[in-house]
């Protein structure tokens, strides 16, 4: 069981084009899901915190009007990278946290999405 | 959150017991120390999570010492497929996030 789902797992996009992830928890309801970003050789970054129908919370430094979050359902989250550049390439990962959840129940990760833009 | 610290490398012989140490000496008492991994492109594996108990489940054992200041994790019989990235992560917070360290990067070898 808990099970995150993301797609695409990889995608290539020209630069200004804007690329769609989607994240999914496949058997629980997840209030919250996290963004996190990833460089190569580098740890997990949080970008931003998404509640279901309500705004997103982003990090310091993470643009908002860029990375455009949308959580409209239990089960769904997405991000969309807009208006992409090459510095934007990256690995994009998303967690969820189960609706009933404490500190003492795991965060569960989808298996990422490799973003090229060229 | 209270930070951790870990060694940024080790190694481990295949087979033999992986023992790979964390220090939190600010760790709050209602904050629970996490262990996931990662092993390279994909999304991180959660392993493992205590409070002050020691615990052990199917995949590894979380021993915790007494003051909670330090734990370490123990794969007792490390594969090739065990080599990966490793965060020891103290949780806590009002939204229940987790922060990412450095890990540790572990190498079994043959």
């Known amino acids: 069981g808990a099970v995150v789902s993301q797609h695409p797992s990889w995608v290539i996009c020209k630069s200004g084009t804007s690329v769609k992830i989607e994240c999914r928890s496949l058997d629980f309801q997840a209030t919250t899901m996290f963004w996190y970003r990833q460089f190569p050789k580098q740890s997990l970054m949080l970008m931003a915190t998404s509640n279901e129908g309500s705004k997103a919370t982003y990090e310091q430094g993470v643009e908002k009007d860029k990375f455009l979050i949308n959580h409209a359902s239990l089960t769904l989250s997405t991000l969309t990278v807009t208006s992409a550049h090459p510095e934007d390439s990256s690995f994009y990962i998303c967690s969820a946290l189960m609706e009933w959840s404490s500190y003492n129940s795991p965060l569960h990760f989808g298996n990422g999405t490799r973003l090229t833009v060229t | 959150d209270a930070k951790t610290t870990q060694p940024p490398s080790m190694d481990c012989a295949e087979g033999r017991a992986a023992n790979l140490p964390c220090n939190h000496s600010t760790i709050s008492g209602n904050e629970y120390v996490y262990w996931y991994r990662q092993i390279h492109s994909q999304g991180p594996q959660y392993i493992i999570h205590?409070?002050?108990n020691n615990e052990t489940n199917e995949m590894a054992s979380l021993i915790i010492t007494e003051d909670r200041k330090s734990s370490t994790l123990i794969l007792p019989h490390a594969t090739l497929r065990d080599t990966a990235v490793y965060y020891c992560i103290v949780r806590g917070g009002s939204q229940g996030n987790l922060i990412f360290g450095k890990g540790t990067k572990l190498s079994v070898k043959p």
């Open positions: 205590g409070l002050k």
